[in-house]
Every structure is written in C-alpha cells, then in structure tokens.
C-alpha cells in the first residue's frame, strides 16, 4: 500500500514537470497595460463600472442553488447573445461555454466562473447595499461577483476591438459548490483542450496554485432490521455507525501547525423509521480533506478500514458511496516549480501594477482544482474583497470589484496573448 502511494506521487510530480510548458515568468508587461486598445477596454470597465454593479446586484437576486442554476443561466445566455462574435453554447449538465476566437499561434486558455450558489431557492436574496460602500446578500461573493465580473470583461474586449493569438473560453459552470462537478463534466468532454486555465473565484488578492483534496463519503451499514422486542443479539446498523464513527476519531492527523496539515470531519447522520425497531440502515458522512495526495490515500485507507471492522464486528453489510471526490493537487515543494510558471506569475505581476499585492497559496477549493490534477497549469483569482460566503451574512466591498474585473481582463488578455491591433 505505502509503496503504491509513493509510486502514485512520483507519478504526480512526473505529470507536472512534464505538462508545464518550458517557459517561466510573468507574460504581462506595463507597456501591455499601457496599448490603446487595452486602455480602451481598462477605461470601458471604468466608466460602466455602475452597470456592473447593477448587473451583480440582479445575478445575486436570481436563485441559483447547484443543480437550480437555469434562471441564472438564461439571463447570461440572454446577455452574451448581445455581444458580437461570440461562440455561445450551453451542454447537457447546464454549463455555458463561450468561444472568442484568437488569430493563431497562442495557447487555449480556459476562464471559469461557477454560477451556483449554496443557498436555498426560497433564501432572502434582496441585496441591501450600507452607506460604507458593501453589498450584502447571501450568495453576493461567492460566486456571483465572478459571473458579474466575467461579463464585463467580454463585453470591454468586444468594445475595445482586442484580438489575442489564442483562443479564450469562458466557462460559466454547474454545481462547483457539489464537488467541482461541473468543471469535471465539462473537462471530460474537452479533453486535451485546455493549454492553461484560470479559475474567477476567490478573494482579492488571492492567487491559489494548488488543489486540496477533498474526499466527501457516505458510510452507510445496513441488516434486515428487527423489532425492539427481537433485537437482542441481531446484527445492528445503528451500533456499527456509532462505533465506527469513535474508531474513526482514533485516526492521528498531522498537527494543526503542520506544513501540510489535513482534517476530516463526520458532518451528518441518518436512518431508520421507527423508534421500535433496529432501523435496516444507518448513515453518516465524512468530509476529508488535504493537498498532499499520499496523506490523502493514507487517510482515506485507515478510516475505510474502521468502517470494515466495525461492521464485521456488528455482523452488518458496509458500502461506501462518494458525494464527492476531488483529488489532492500536490504538496508545496511538489509545486514549487509552479511559482515561476505564467500561470502564477502573470497574476501577480498583474496585481501588482494595480497596486496590489498578491497572496500566493499551493492550495484552492476551485474549478482550477480539475486542472490543476489533470496537469493543465491553472490557478484561481480573486473576484472581489468580501467575507461570510455560504452564509446568510454574506457582504462583499462594491469597489472592489471593479480591481477584480480589470485584474481578470489583464490575465486573460496576457496568458492569451495579445495579437498587434488592426
């Protein structure tokens, strides 16, 4: 088992050195930032940053709960049917593709912006906008803020006459917030496609390289159930879950300090019907979680073997049913190498000539996570300055995303690259 998992990680780091294209550093430059037509795209998100905020302020008010997202989908459908040029599609899961065509000779670069959100469809989404310049309303970060930002984006290309050499899709994704899932469905009917990709999701001036691994399981133990009266001695789901739920608190975690710590956690439980009865099923969930793949594996092995023990022991069957399994992008000095790669370095060079500072992490819970472990460079960005996402408190900084627009239109613009005007 260990020397399976050694042999898994060798093959990851093999996978990146491998897929990472030979060129290092930044592709933006001032003097990119300073071309007529870029200033007229720049000066185009300025002076209609006020119908940005209107268009992120109605996004945020159309439910969009994962696997719900269809109101919000047509609107944006109904917006980039307003842009000329554009390849506009929309594939069986619900994600929107856009195509901008480059003229030749540049890499595919892949720009994604998740339109769900975790909040119900019946939720107060009536965004309340305070005189110290924030918005709130659940959903209004996260990832709405994105969605918004992406929009103006094409639209300060298309009025700016901006041509690049690669061509640009802007992929407007399902169900992030259930495990990626639609980034995966959408990778999986493009592959070999993507040459870099750029994930709009995240906090300013956030720029995340990495993938945490994330493993959400259902444990479910199961008998032919038995009256109360007849339960001495049956083989018993409820006691197996119990057990196994003790046995898997056993189970040694790194420290919380650790370069590359890890958590799981058992978040929900269920079963049963009555209260007379051993119920024929007992449930409950565990959330696992790390960036280092071998740990991840490790962890996953010890708690998959409480379970088996407990439901020996209690003389139940056990399967094991994924929510969601997103693998685990590598450890830092795995992605070291990533450091000076464009994918990471033309953000911060970007940031920085707007007067920000970048924050880099070998970590992320994005779409760029599906990337990032198929060995396409990728990296997430942050949208906007906010906090409280996935709650009812959530708020977000107005100003701030038009930064957030204008760092998304430069990346894009840079990783593209821009071809001469005219």
Known sequence: MIAAMKLAALMFVTLLSVAAPPQSGSVFTRAMAERADVKTALGYIDSNFDK???EWITLTEIPALSTHEEKRAAYI??????????EVSKDEIGNITVIR?????GPTLVMAA????VHPMDADLKVKKLPDGTLHAPGILDNTASVANALQTLRAMNAAKIRTKGDIYYVFTVQEELGLKGM???FDHHPNLATLIVASDGGLPDVNYGALGIYWSKMKFTAPGAHTLNSRNQPHPARAAAQCITDIYSVPLPPADAPVPAIYNVGMMGGGTVVNAIAPENW???DL???DPVLLQDLDAKIMAKCEAAAAAQGVKFTR??????????RPEALAPRLNHPIVRTPVEVLKYLDMVAITTPTGSTDANVGIVHGVPSVSIGRARGGNQHSLSEWADEASAKFGAESLLLIVLALAELSNPG
Do not use: N
Not at 77 to 86: F, H, N, T, V, W
């Open 52 to 54: 940005q905020v209107a």
């Open 77 to 86: 459908m109904a917006e980039l049917a307003k842009i000329p040029g554009l």
């Open 101 to 105: 065509r480059g003229t030749g000779g």
């Open 114 to 117: 998740h339109m769900d959100t």
């Open 184 to 186: 995966y469905y959408w």
């Open 284 to 286: 409950f969930t565990v």
């Open 289 to 291: 979680r790390t960036i």
């Open 321 to 330: 049913e994924f929510i969601q399994k997103s693998e685990a992008g590598g």
